[in-house]
């Protein structure tokens, strides 16, 4: 903690703030005794002219005041919300002087700055707090032990929270950046609607923010020394856009970048630093992990060139819960309870994230027009359910549910329809190194019946990627009428990954449910 700040500096913080709790504790047993003392003042008074109110509303607001001059509020609460707003200002105070600020990015800050928001304590008729759920996602009590494990845990995380920032700045300019395999910036990018019609930065898109963690991170990656609100460049297009009003065009040139801001509000932004260019790459390369490094070298023969060989370490990231039932959001999985049984397929089914919820879950009923009960009547949710999953360890798992059909234990791209049968739905979470992940849906389409449906988890460079293998992949699927789905950035980070991934579904028939 010394590297940031003093420890005695720290020390010497948490008994000033100690004492500060103490004299407000003070101040509410002088509030307390000046208020039993307004209290007796009022009786007397009435006393002296019982019954009798002569005052006019031409009065009411001195009145009031004079009646209300002392209010005794709750102690417990008072002085739970003086240690909170201390607390507010002493981490305000430490992250301001302190190297922390610098070291966040705008997702840090973010953060931040949710959990430094004040919420009134509101109380129920039981006077209980009805609002612990906010308190607890606060900040923590100050304290010398706090502030030190806060400190070190920001050194700690100060090169993945910087590798992160460049990352977030970038993905949010195009959406081809969101490309895992072709996350590459090049000579220029595009900052959409960064204007106003009035000229003026737009606060909706929040490219102002964007601009300033980009040209911090080109200034550190440079050598110099910034700090946290180091933005050279906003202020010279400011200059350069000052003492006008409307749409226009404007050209700024700086140390790192020449903007050019058009009349429809965008603004386009070259570099001019090729060998920080490459420093940036380099790290976004660090930031998305071992996958970025598979598809570098790509195959970009369209279908006929299969990768057999397995995905390093299987390419194994189980499916988190979110993502799993996004992906079944729009899946219909119920049938009629005179109908037979839906067969469906996860291969590549690891440790069954997706299969599971296909033989049962408690929330299938849940979004259907007039609830459980009356759909439960009607429809269930008891599928054959098979398995494909490469790692003998997985699939023992698998099979030792004892809630699957069937479980092959094999390369899923060495199993044939023949062995197993077609299917009513596939759905999968496929390997995305290296064009896998096409490899395995474009085989999973020969399992599909005629009017079956495949929803997948893929990488999101399927959707913009130029190979040949991608290009030719997405003809084949606008063919089936493909809905492509984002999801959120950072979907795998929980299971070790900060691969950006996109869900596509198809009905082989071409048809949208």
């Given at each position: 903690m010394n590297a940031i700040v003093r420890r005695d500096t720290v020390e010497d913080i948490v008994t000033k703030r100690t004492?500060?709790?103490?004299?407000?504790?003070?101040?509410?047993?002088?509030?307390?005794i000046a208020a039993e003392a307004v209290s007796l003042a009022h009786e007397a008074a009435q006393s002296a002219s019982p019954g009798v109110n002569a005052f006019t509303h031409s009065h009411a607001e001195e009145i009031k005041a004079f009646y209300t001059a002392v209010r005794l509020p709750d102690r417990e609460q008072y002085l739970r919300t003086a240690r909170r707003l201390i607390d507010i200002n002493v981490w305000s105070w430490i992250i301001e002087r302190t190297?922390?600020?610098?070291?966040?990015?705008?997702?840090?800050?973010?953060?931040?700055?949710?959990?430094?928001?004040?919420?009134?304590?509101?109380?129920?008729?039981?006077?209980?707090?009805i609002n612990q759920e906010e308190i607890e996602r606060g900040l923590p009590e100050v304290s010398v032990e706090n502030i030190q494990a806060?400190?070190?845990?920001?050194?700690?995380?100060?090169?993945?929270?910087f590798r992160r920032g460049i990352a977030n700045a970038f993905a949010k300019l195009d959406r081809r950046f969101k490309s895992h395999d072709g996350f590459k910036v090049g000579s220029r990018v595009i900052l959409n609607n960064a204007f106003n019609d009035s000229g003026h930065w737009s606060y909706y898109s929040h490219h102002r923010d964007t601009l300033i963690d980009i040209e911090r991170t080109f200034a550190v990656l440079d050598g110099k020394t910034v700090g946290a609100s180091y933005a050279t460049t906003i202020g010279a297009i400011d200059l350069a856009r000052s003492g006008r009003w409307g749409a226009r065009q404007t050209e700024v040139d700086t140390e790192y970048f020449k903007i050019r801001i058009w009349m429809n509000g965008n603004a386009h932004l070259w570099f001019?630093?090729?060998?920080l260019v490459r420093k940036v790459n380099k790290l976004l390369a660090e930031y998305y992990g071992e996958v970025i490094g598979d598809g570098q070298g790509a195959e970009e023969d369209p279908f006929q060139t299969i990768k057999t060989t397995p995905a390093r370490r299987y390419g194994f990231f189980p499916t988190p819960d979110a993502a799993g039932a996004r992906l079944l959001e729009d899946v219909p999985l119920l049938r009629r309870k005179d109908e037979p049984q839906l067969r469906i397929l996860e291969p590549s089914?690891?440790?069954?994230?997706?299969?599971?919820?296909?033989?049962?879950?408690?929330?299938?009923f849940d979004n259907w027009s007039g609830g459980r009960e009356r759909w439960a009547q009607e429809y269930r949710l008891d599928n054959w359910v098979?398995?494909?999953?490469?790692?003998?360890?997985?699939?023992?798992?698998?099979?030792?549910?004892?809630?699957?059909?069937?479980?092959?234990?094999?390369?899923?791209?060495?199993?044939?329809?023949d062995v197993t049968g077609l299917y009513d739905r596939i759905v999968m979470n496929p390997?995305?190194?290296?064009?896998?992940?096409?490899?395995?849906?474009?085989?999973?389409?020969?399992?599909?019946?005629?009017?079956?449906?495949?929803?997948?988890?893929?990488?999101?460079?399927?959707?913009?990627?130029?190979?040949?293998?991608?290009?030719?992949?997405?003809?084949?699927?606008?063919?089936?009428?493909?809905?492509?789905?984002?999801?959120?950035?950072?979907?795998?980070a929980s299971v070790g990954t900060n691969v950006n991934t996109i869900i596509v579904r198809v009905w082989k028939n071409g048809r949208r449910w």
């Amino acid at each position: 903690m010394n590297a940031i700040v003093r420890r005695d500096t720290v020390e010497d913080i948490v008994t000033k703030r100690t004492r500060a709790i103490a004299l407000y504790a003070e101040a509410h047993r002088a509030i307390e005794i000046a208020a039993e003392a307004v209290s007796l003042a009022h009786e007397a008074a009435q006393s002296a002219s019982p019954g009798v109110n002569a005052f006019t509303h031409s009065h009411a607001e001195e009145i009031k005041a004079f009646y209300t001059a002392v209010r005794l509020p709750d102690r417990e609460q008072y002085l739970r919300t003086a240690r909170r707003l201390i607390d507010i200002n002493v981490w305000s105070w430490i992250i301001e002087r302190t190297d922390l600020e610098r070291l966040m990015d705008k997702e840090a800050k973010d953060i931040l700055r949710k959990q430094m928001a004040y919420v009134p304590e509101q109380l129920d008729r039981a006077g209980q707090l009805i609002n612990q759920e906010e308190i607890e996602r606060g900040l923590p009590e100050v304290s010398v032990e706090n502030i030190q494990a806060t400190l070190e845990q920001f050194s700690a995380d100060a090169d993945m929270i910087f590798r992160r920032g460049i990352a977030n700045a970038f993905a949010k300019l195009d959406r081809r950046f969101k490309s895992h395999d072709g996350f590459k910036v090049g000579s220029r990018v595009i900052l959409n609607n960064a204007f106003n019609d009035s000229g003026h930065w737009s606060y909706y898109s929040h490219h102002r923010d964007t601009l300033i963690d980009i040209e911090r991170t080109f200034a550190v990656l440079d050598g110099k020394t910034v700090g946290a609100s180091y933005a050279t460049t906003i202020g010279a297009i400011d200059l350069a856009r000052s003492g006008r009003w409307g749409a226009r065009q404007t050209e700024v040139d700086t140390e790192y970048f020449k903007i050019r801001i058009w009349m429809n509000g965008n603004a386009h932004l070259w570099f001019k630093r090729d060998d920080l260019v490459r420093k940036v790459n380099k790290l976004l390369a660090e930031y998305y992990g071992e996958v970025i490094g598979d598809g570098q070298g790509a195959e970009e023969d369209p279908f006929q060139t299969i990768k057999t060989t397995p995905a390093r370490r299987y390419g194994f990231f189980p499916t988190p819960d979110a993502a799993g039932a996004r992906l079944l959001e729009d899946v219909p999985l119920l049938r009629r309870k005179d109908e037979p049984q839906l067969r469906i397929l996860e291969p590549s089914a690891g440790t069954g994230n997706l299969a599971r919820r296909c033989v049962s879950d408690p929330a299938a009923f849940d979004n259907w027009s007039g609830g459980r009960e009356r759909w439960a009547q009607e429809y269930r949710l008891d599928n054959w359910v098979d398995c494909v999953e490469i790692q003998p360890h997985l699939a023992a798992d698998l099979q030792a549910e004892g809630i699957y059909h069937q479980v092959y234990n094999q390369d899923f791209l060495t199993l044939t329809p023949d062995v197993t049968g077609l299917y009513d739905r596939i759905v999968m979470n496929p390997p995305f190194d290296r064009e896998r992940d096409i490899d395995h849906v474009m085989h999973a389409l020969r399992f599909l019946k005629d009017d079956g449906c495949l929803t997948a988890i893929m990488s999101a460079g399927t959707e913009f990627r130029e190979t040949r293998k991608a290009t030719a992949f997405r003809a084949h699927m606008t063919k089936l009428n493909v809905t492509w789905i984002d999801l959120p950035a950072s979907s795998f980070a929980s299971v070790g990954t900060n691969v950006n991934t996109i869900i596509v579904r198809v009905w082989k028939n071409g048809r949208r449910w």
